[in-house]
């Protein structure tokens, strides 16, 4: 079973520019989340989608953060503009809707660098 | 706001040093109490769920067991490949599924 594939896997940009991450979940895994981890944190959850509807987006900071996604499988995180405090680590993570485990399979991440 | 709080947040032991690492949370109505294994540049992997005080669950030289008030990771004779960062993350009845993460324990194992 493929696991959780990221892309990027590292990007660096200057303050005020805009950057966007993909997600590619493991097949039939309904329950989607973004976190973001800061160096030397545990990571925090941003978004949670479940099909291609919201959960939770309460610590999205809603101002220049966006996710989508459309077709219930495949995801995109934007960041415009980026500031210093987001350089972090993003993960995407997924789940089965049925797993009562609530296991989360995470990929290995975007390293973001804002200069 | 909810707590938890990882101690030590660094460990360095000999190799075949047992030791334990510490996860307390603040809140009641805990769904479950997880512990992931996080190597550099890597995502967090999954080892446990523990969801009632006395649980214990057991993986290789790993031990994890839970408590009304906190969850510990007991590694027995740990080998150099065991070094990582052990992250715990809580799960509450209310609310939606949400996870809550620790700032997690990097953990050394000196051959």
């Known amino acids: 079973e493929a696991g959780v594939a990221q892309s990027p896997r590292y990007k660096i940009i200057e303050k005020r520019q805009s950057v966007a991450f993909w997600c590619n979940p493991i097949?039939?895994?309904?329950?989607l989340y973004w976190y973001q981890q800061i160096l030397g944190q545990g990571p925090k959850l941003l978004i949670q989608?479940?099909?291609?509807?919201?959960?939770?987006d309460s610590q999205l900071p809603k101002d220049r953060f966006s996710a989508e996604r459309l077709k219930g499988v495949d995801s995109t995180l934007k960041i415009q503009p980026a500031k210093l405090e987001d350089s972090a680590v993003y993960l995407c993570?997924?789940?089965?809707?049925?797993?009562?485990?609530?296991?989360?399979?995470f990929g290995p991440g975007t390293r973001l660098t804002v200069t | 706001e909810d707590q938890v709080t990882q101690s030590p947040e660094a460990l360095r032991l000999q190799e075949g040093e047992s030791s334990s690492l510490n996860c307390s949370y603040t809140v009641s109505g805990l769904r479950g109490l997880f512990w992931y294994r996080q190597d550099p540049g890597k995502g967090p992997e999954f080892l446990f769920t523990l969801y009632s005080a006395g649980e214990e669950k057991e993986k290789e030289r790993l031990k994890a067991t839970l408590t009304k008030k906190e969850s510990f990771l007991h590694i027995t004779a740990p080998k150099p490949e065991d070094s990582a960062t052990y992250l715990c993350?809580?799960?509450?009845?209310?609310?939606?599924?949400?996870?809550?993460f620790g700032t997690g324990t990097r953990l050394t194992i000196i051959p």
């Open positions: 989608f479940q099909n291609n509807g919201v959960v939770d």
């Open positions: 993350a809580v799960q509450y009845n209310f609310g939606n599924e949400k996870l809550t």
């Open positions: 993570a997924s789940r089965r809707v049925r797993d009562r485990s609530y296991e989360q399979y």
């Open positions: 097949s039939g895994h309904a329950t």
